[in-house]
Structures are given as structure tokens and as C-alpha cells.
């Protein structure tokens, strides 16, 4: 009975004990600290900041829905990772100044500098940083041994601390004109991300964003993935630089690689929940250009735009030449055959890059420039698209193989006719299309089939565009400035433009044969018998 009793006492107290407990844990569970920070972001918008059919949403869009997602939570901050300041005649008018104006409306927070964000040269960057209200941020980047960008910055959100550091890819040594960047050192990513993590936990942050413009391109040697598979203790690497789009993000090892692809087609959305300061959850998404169909525009930001495009008026009217005659753009002759204004763009790209030839494509020429004077208008309304010029490697075959590509429709139209310079060929009706050109020479000697050449081109080919594929494996040997840039400083070093059709595309045509006579051959005809005649009876 004694024992019974102990037993039933022990119970009790256990059920005391666990009555006692219970109710201090779930108050535990209760004062747990929940808090969801999300991170907005975007890369590769180069100048793209009106809504449009080709490309994206456009800013004003892009900042309607950044305003209603931090009203839904202000636990929330932009990010931009490179190469926004460059792109179309909106921005290289003011040579970066105007997107600068917009980031500062839309409230950007911090942003990494992209290999195009140096196209109007470091030291016009850095004048554009001062304006900004908002860091712009590099570790990497070296000048004279020091750092010239801030490597990083903390940000508490929502009481957690957040630490972003920046990386700028070390192909902007070639990928922007390389006198941009005379002086400047871009060091390895990889080392320099292992410091800069290294330091932002000795600042006890909660959260470790690696914001950079490296890609995920496989031919490129410093990659965010590459980053993510050697450096420890990244949460998230907001990427640009590839153009990737990444759809809900790519895990690698412990953090989270996010890309919006580029033009403003996307804005990039992380959400990330921790309980008291602890990650529990990363998620990644994208709200769509075709998600911002319904969607108003900001008014503040479509204000700041149209007060843009006005003082950009007053630019495009300043006169930068003179043509002694017309320039022809007509659609029909530069998508059929050499024209003097196809001669002005190509010797252009020759003289700013020093390559051995140029080639750019009919169908990016837009308009034609009428005899007198020339103004920053003109040349935007015959290159509008913003295109920037590269120096591929390419042999002698894959060069023939572009012309007989861009010549295949002769003589209808085809907008990706080849103008070129330093080149002269022949179109020859009498041989089968895809073997038609011929006489090709470059500097004025016989094109080799396996020796390599420096090609300026448009970016668009490089890529493969107009079906230029033979271009697309091409090695890239350096990037320049926009093509209406360079164009433009070529009419002002020129002052009187007085181009010329040269014979740089010659055709010849197929031989005409007179027809064969024929001759009319009857057939023969026997001789029939006349048969007599009878006369009927009287």
C-alpha cells in the first residue's frame, strides 16, 4: 500500500512538473522574434527606362510595384547589381547622369559598378557616384593600392543587421574601352570576398549579401557561382553581368545565387525569414514584365523621366558636324548595298578600335542625314538602339561566311546586309547563294582562310544576332562605347563630312545568254492519190 502511495505521489509531481514547464515553453514560443526582410533587385537595366515592346516594364512601373511591396513591408531594400548607366541616347546624353537622377527617385540603396558603368571613363563614374544618394560599392577594384569605392556597408533592417559587400568582374579591363580604366586594378573576386566576409562577421552581422557583377557565363573565369563555391558564409549573391534570368535563384552550397535577366524585364524579389536573428527560410522570385501589364506607373517617376527627355531635346540640337551631302540611310539601299553613310559607320568603328576590319549590319541603320548641318539628334535617330561596339577574333573563313550570310538575299532587302571597312567584295550572281562572294580582301591584300582577324562589330552580332552565328564563338578581345558615341566624335574630329560610295561592295552580275534559234521542222507529208471523179446519170 506504502508503495502504491510513493507511486502515485511520484505521478503527481510529475504532472506538476510537466503543468509547471509547459506553459514557460510555449511562452518561450510565443516571445520568439519572427521578422521577414525582403530583398529587391535588379542588373543589366542599361538605360532601358521606358516601358517597350523589345524590352522591359520600364522604371516607372518597376517603382510602382517597389512602393507597394514596402508598404506591404518596410522591411525591405534595393539593390542594383551593374551596369545601369549605359545603354541608350536617354542616358549617354548626359553621360549617366539622368539614370543617376531616377535611382535616387526610385530610392535605390546600394548599387555595384558593372564593366559598362566605366564606358564614360572611371573618372566621370566617380563624379557620378558623388551625386548619388546612395553607396556604390566595390571591393575589388584597386587604384594606387587603395580601394577608390566603399568594399561594403551595414544596413539594419527590421532590427537585423545586414552586411553587403560588392564585386565588379576583371573582365572590365576589356570589356569597357580600356582607356577607361587605366590605372585600375580589379582583383581576384575570390580572394577578396573571403576578406570581405571575414570582416562583416567581425561586425556581427546577421546576414551576408555578396552584391556583384561577374555572371554565370561558363567561357567567363571569375563567376558568382565561382564565388559560391569557394567562399564560406555567403547567404546571397545578387548577380548581373550574363543577363541570366533566374527564375526562384540557384543554390550553391550554402548561398543563394539571384539574376533578373536585363532591360527591366524582371525585378528580382528575395524573401528571407529568420527567427531571433537565425535564417529559417531563403525564397527568390521574379515579378515579370507581363505581371506589370495592369500596373500604373509611378507619377513621380514618369514626372522625372519626361523632365529628362525635355533637357535632352535641348542636347540633341547642338550641332556636332557638317555634310557636304546626303548620308544615305534609306531603308531599301542599306539593306541591298553599300551607301555613303554605311562607309561613315564602319571607318568610325575602324578608327576607334584599331581593328583590322568593321562590320555592322544594314538594319540598324535607321534613317538617313540630309546635306548641312548635323546635330546629336540625327545621328540618335540613325543609330537608336544603343548598341556598343566590340573587337572580336575571327578567322578569314568565319568572315567570309558572315558576308555570304548578309548578302544571301541579294538582291532583295535584308537587314543584316554587311557595311564594312577595311574590307572590299564582290557579289557574284553567277554562283549559287551561300557561294556568291568573292574577291574578298582586308587592308587591301587577299582574305586568308585560317589566319585571324580583328573584327569591329556591333554587340548585337558578336551574340549571334541577324543570324551572324559564325561570330557567336568568336573570342572577345575588347568592348567600346555606344556606336551613335563613337560616330558622333568621329563627324566633330571629321568637322565636314563628305562620305562616299568607294567600291567597297562591288556585283557582279550573272552572264546573259541569248537564246538558242530553233529551227521549225514540219513533219513530212506523203502524197494521197486523188480519187476519180463520178458523175451521176443524166
Do not use: W
Not at 548620308?327 to 551607301?339: M, S
Amino acid at each position: 500500500m506504502r508503495h502504491s502511495l510513493k507511486r502515485v505521489s511520484l505521478i503527481l509531481t510529475f504532472f506538476l512538473l510537466v503543468s509547471l514547464l509547459f506553459p514557460i515553453s510555449l511562452a518561450f514560443a510565443e516571445n520568439a522574434e519572427s521578422t521577414k526582410i525582403v530583398i529587391l533587385h535588379t542588373n543589366d537595366t542599361h538605360a532601358r527606362v521606358l516601358e517597350s515592346s523589345n524590352d522591359g516594364m520600364g522604371f516607372a512601373k518597376l517603382a510602382e510595384k517597389v512602393k507597394i511591396i514596402k508598404e506591404e513591408n518596410p522591411n525591405a531594400i534595393l539593390l542594383d547589381a551593374g551596369d545601369a548607366l549605359h545603354g541608350l541616347p536617354f542616358a549617354t546624353i548626359s553621360k549617366g547622369e539622368s539614370i543617376v537622377k531616377i535611382m535616387n527617385a526610385i530610392k535605390y540603396d546600394v548599387m555595384v559598378p558593372g564593366n559598362h558603368d566605366f564606358n564614360y571613363g572611371y573618372e566621370r563614374l566617380v563624379q557620378l557616384k558623388e551625386i548619388m544618394n546612395f553607396p556604390m560599392i566595390s571591393a575589388n577594384i584597386y587604384k594606387d593600392g587603395k580601394p577608390p569605392f566603399i568594399p561594403y556597408v551595414v544596413k539594419e533592417v527590421g532590427g537585423i543587421k545586414i552586411g553587403i559587400f560588392g564585386l565588379t568582374t576583371p573582365e572590365t579591363s576589356y570589356k569597357t574601352n580600356p582607356k577607361n580604366v587605366v590605372g585600375l586594378e580589379f582583383k581576384d573576386p575570390v580572394e577578396i570576398a573571403e576578406s570581405a566576409v571575414e570582416e562583416l562577421k567581425d561586425e556581427n552581422v546577421d546576414f551576408i549579401i555578396a552584391l556583384v557583377h561577374l555572371g554565370i557565363d561558363e567561357d567567363s573565369e571569375d563567376t558568382g557561382k565561382k564565388v559560391a563555391e569557394k567562399v564560406k558564409g555567403i547567404d546571397l549573391i545578387v548577380d548581373g553581368h550574363s543577363h541570366s534570368v533566374l527564375e526562384s535563384g540557384l543554390q550553391v552550397g550554402d548561398s543563394l545565387i539571384v539574376q533578373t535577366g536585363e532591360y527591366t524585364k524582371n525585378l528580382g524579389v528575395v524573401e528571407v525569414e529568420f527567427e531571433d536573428g537565425k535564417v529559417t527560410s531563403k525564397k527568390a522570385g521574379l515579378f515579370t514584365k507581363d505581371q506589370a501589364a495592369d500596373l500604373q506607373e509611378d507619377e513621380e517617376i514618369k514626372a522625372v523621366i519626361a523632365e529628362i527627355d525635355e533637357a535632352n531635346n535641348d542636347i540633341t540640337s547642338v550641332k556636332v558636324g557638317e555634310a557636304a551631302v546626303k548620308l544615305d540611310g534609306e531603308r531599301a539601299n542599306v539593306r541591298t548595298g553599300e551607301t555613303n553613310l554605311g562607309n561613315l559607320i564602319t571607318d568610325a568603328m575602324l578608327k576607334a578600335t584599331g581593328a583590322d576590319a568593321a562590320l555592322t549590319n544594314g538594319g540598324g541603320i535607321r534613317a538617313s542625314i540630309e546635306a548641312g548641318e548635323i546635330t546629336t539628334g540625327d545621328i540618335i535617330k540613325v543609330l537608336p538602339f544603343g548598341n556598343f561596339v566590340v573587337v572580336i577574333e575571327a578567322k578569314g573563313e568565319d568572315i567570309v561566311a558572315a558576308l555570304e550570310h548578309g548578302t544571301s538575299a541579294y538582291p532583295e532587302q535584308k537587314g543584316a546586309f554587311p557595311h564594312v571597312a577595311g574590307i572590299t567584295y564582290t557579289i557574284d550572281l553567277s554562283g549559287e547563294v551561300g557561294s556568291r562572294v568573292t574577291d574578298v580582301k582586308v587592308s587591301g591584300e587577299p582574305i586568308e582562310a585560317e589566319k585571324m582577324y580583328r573584327v569591329a562589330t556591333n554587340d548585337f552580332l558578336a551574340v549571334g544576332g541577324d543570324e551572324y552565328i559564325m561570330f557567336k564563338e568568336c573570342k572577345m578581345l575588347g568592348e567600346f562605347s555606344a556606336l551613335n558615341e563613337i560616330l558622333e566624335s568621329y563627324i566633330k574630329e571629321l568637322g565636314i563630312v563628305d562620305a562616299e560610295i568607294e567600291g567597297r561592295i562591288t556585283v557582279k552580275e550573272a552572264p546573259k545568254t541569248e537564246p538558242e534559234p530553233v529551227e521549225e521542222i514540219l513533219p513530212a507529208v506523203e502524197p494521197q492519190p486523188i480519187p476519180p471523179v463520178v458523175f451521176p446519170p443524166q
